[in-house]
Each structure stands twice: as C-alpha cells, then as structure tokens.
C-alpha cells in the first residue's frame, strides 16, 4: 500500500517554462511534508517543506502547495533550468512518525 | 556536502556472503536512518536510531541488522545475500527523534549482488 504516490514517473520542460511536479498522498494523518532532489550518484538533498497549518511555500524560484482537502501537493519550479533536471522524491510523515517517500519524478528540463 | 558519510561508496559480493555498510552523521545529529532504493524505485525505510537505540522499523528483512554506536555512527549488516538485495543503501541523518525536521542524506553505497 502506497502511501505517497507520484503518478508522473518523468516528465520533461523547456528550459524557462514552469515545471508541475504531483503528489498524492492516502494518509490524513501526514502533516508535515518535503520535497527532495537527487542527482545522479549523488544522495537526495532537500528541497523545500510546507507543514499542514500552510497551503503554500516558496523559496526563490521553488512553490510547493499543499490541498489537504484533496491529499494533494505540488511543486512549482519557475523558471526552470537545465541545472534543475534531477529526480524529485516528495516525502510525508505524521508527527513523530518516520517520513514516507514517494516513488520520484524525473524531471527533465531541455535546453 | 551533506556531512553524512557513508562506506563503501561501491561493493560487490555474491549471493549468501555479508556486508556491512557504515554511516557517519552530520556532527550533532542524533537520528540515523536506512533507506533502500532498488532499480527505478523510491527510497524505502529500513530503520531508524535515535542516540543508540532503535526508534522505529520499516520494510527491513530478518537477514538485515542495524546498530548505532556511542559515537553516534551506525552500521547495516546484510547477511545471506540474495541477487535481490542488490540496491543503493542510503544513510540520513537528524537532529530530531523522527518526523519533525530534515533528513540530510549521505551519497549512499551501491551493492551488487552476484
């Protein structure tokens, strides 16, 4: 049973458009969650939180909202970058809980 | 830099051998955590320590053990290796007990089972 999902398992932009990346998640007791990068041979380094008291957060070109009506979370890049083409693993945890990851998106920005 | 260091960086065995993997947390983080990635999946919580005892287990097999030392470094044993065990082991570390604050994650360490 999955409980953070990533339904897009790659996705690719042009360099400058705004990147959407999904998250889905099944549990309604998750109230903290990150976005993570990985580049290759390298391990994730995180990106940016939001906790379920916000629906938004932003830091420099990076938004993630999060509907908690829906389960729903999504990261916004704007403009994306070719420097900004690495693996995006959203992850979710409920208080003193250990976090959940979702399978990753992997996101290619084209030149 | 992340301050997580992990070793080996690379290590390949055959099946029914053992390994260790060994994990060194950023300075002043009490919290240690496993992750395994195998082929194209996401990461999946083996075990986590907080200052030398175990918090919490997640999908972690019988033949794996895990143990954080007084110096707060942590070690993976992987015993009767099977070719499906191959996987990129990932080590994090935080200050915190467990899902209030950031993971910061080593480079991992790739085992190839044969």
């Known amino acids: 049973d999955q409980q953070v999902k990533q339904n897009s398992p790659s996705l690719s932009v042009q360099e400058g458009r705004i990147s959407i990346l999904n998250c889905d998640y099944t549990n309604s007791m998750f109230d903290y969650f990150l976005w993570y990068k990985k580049y290759p041979a390298e391990g994730p380094t995180f990106l940016i939180s939001i906790s379920s008291i916000k629906d938004k957060n932003e830091d420099g070109r990076f938004t993630v909202f999060l509907n908690k009506s829906a389960k729903h979370l999504s990261l916004h890049i704007v403009p994306s970058q070719p420097g900004d083409s690495a693996v995006y693993f959203c992850a979710a945890s409920a208080y003193g809980q250990n976090f959940v990851f979702g399978p990753g998106t992997r996101l290619s920005v084209l030149p | 830099d992340s301050g997580v260091t992990q070793t080996p960086k690379h290590l390949i065995t055959a099946t029914g051998q053992r390994v260790t993997l060994r994990c060194s947390p950023r300075?002043?983080?009490?919290?240690v955590y496993w992750y395994q990635q195998s082929l194209d999946q996401g990461l999946q919580f083996l075990i986590h320590y907080y200052n030398g005892e175990e918090r919490a287990k997640g999908n972690i097999l019988e033949r794996f053990s895990a143990q954080q030392f007084p110096d707060l470094h942590s070690e993976l044993n992987l015993s009767s290796l099977e070719l499906g065990d191959s996987a990129l082991y990932f080590c994090?570390?935080?200050?915190?007990?467990?899902?209030?604050?950031?993971?910061?994650f080593g480079e991992g360490s790739r085992l190839t089972v044969l």
């Open positions: 994090a570390s935080s200050v915190d007990r467990a899902g209030t604050g950031e993971l910061f």
């Open positions: 300075s002043g983080d009490l919290s």
